[in-house]
């Protein structure tokens, strides 16, 4: 990524405006090499942001650019594929290992290399550290993924099915990916939802700005 466009993004994230508007403020970001030092009694966890580009007019006029992949959870909440990695376990063959048994990724063809790292955070209350990555594929691979979602050995368990971001807007300005952020997602997984979409260019942090706002001051008015 280009210097200047780093700036931006992380100037983004870590300006007080939209740390008013993060969904979680007990998750601090950490580099990488500082988590891997930490106290070893912090569990570590990785999840993985699977996107693609989409060239698409939803319902045939709302356009949209990319395709990324959430999930339902058992308990309800919205996140994204990963999960614990083990203690003596190397953080990207865990999460590997997590996305196989999860989505079941096809590992001889899709794998997250160290390379793929987009941030961590630490939660020092519930001593967890949290690493996200993503999986760039083309749309016909992040297709070929979804269909083998079905036969995971945790569907129907721990994981209920997939879904794709509504990254559109509709003419209320509201529907679509505003109204997606007011969904109920499990830890920092709205804010690492926003990071991934900034950092690999999807939206801008501007188009970010406006999604975010718009959930906060319309979602009382515009629930169906
Ligand atoms: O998408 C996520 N983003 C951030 N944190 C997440 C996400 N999904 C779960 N979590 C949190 C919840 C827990 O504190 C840990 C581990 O949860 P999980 O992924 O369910 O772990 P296992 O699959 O049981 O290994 O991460």
């Not at 780093?6 to 990488?32: A, G």
């Not at 990916?177 to 709205?190: C, E, R, T």
Request: charged fraction near 25%; charge should be negative; aromatic fraction near 10%.
């Amino acid at each position: 990524m280009d210097e200047a466009l780093k700036f931006t993004v992380d100037h983004y994230f870590e300006s007080e405006v939209l740390e008013k508007l993060l969904s979680d403020q007990h998750h601090r970001k950490i580099s990488m090499e500082e988590s891997l030092r930490i106290d070893r009694s912090f569990r570590h966890a990785a999840h993985c942001f699977i996107c693609a580009p989409l060239n698409k007019l939803v319902l045939g006029k709302y356009p949209s650019h990319a395709s990324v992949l959430m999930q339902l959870r058992f308990d309800g909440l919205l996140g994204f594929p990963g999960g614990i990695i083990e203690r003596e376990e190397d953080i990207v063959c865990g999460l590997n290992r997590e996305l196989q048994e999860e989505i079941n990724l096809d590992l001889g063809r899709f794998m997250v290399r160290e390379a793929d790292h987009l941030i961590s955070h630490v939660n020092h209350r519930h001593k967890f550290v949290f690493h996200f990555y993503s999986l760039p594929v083309t749309f016909e691979e992040f297709r070929a993924i979804e269909k083998q979602n079905l036969e995971a050995t945790d569907y129907g368990n721990e994981t209920l099915g997939i879904l794709r971001v509504p990254l559109y807007t509709m003419k209320d300005g509201y529907h679509g990916l505003a109204a997606f952020l007011n969904q109920q997602f499990v830890g920092n997984a709205k804010d690492q939802l926003l990071y991934g979409l900034a950092k690999l260019k999807i939206l801008t942090p501007e188009e970010l700005s406006e999604a975010i706002h718009k959930s906060q001051a319309l979602k009382l008015t515009k629930a169906y």
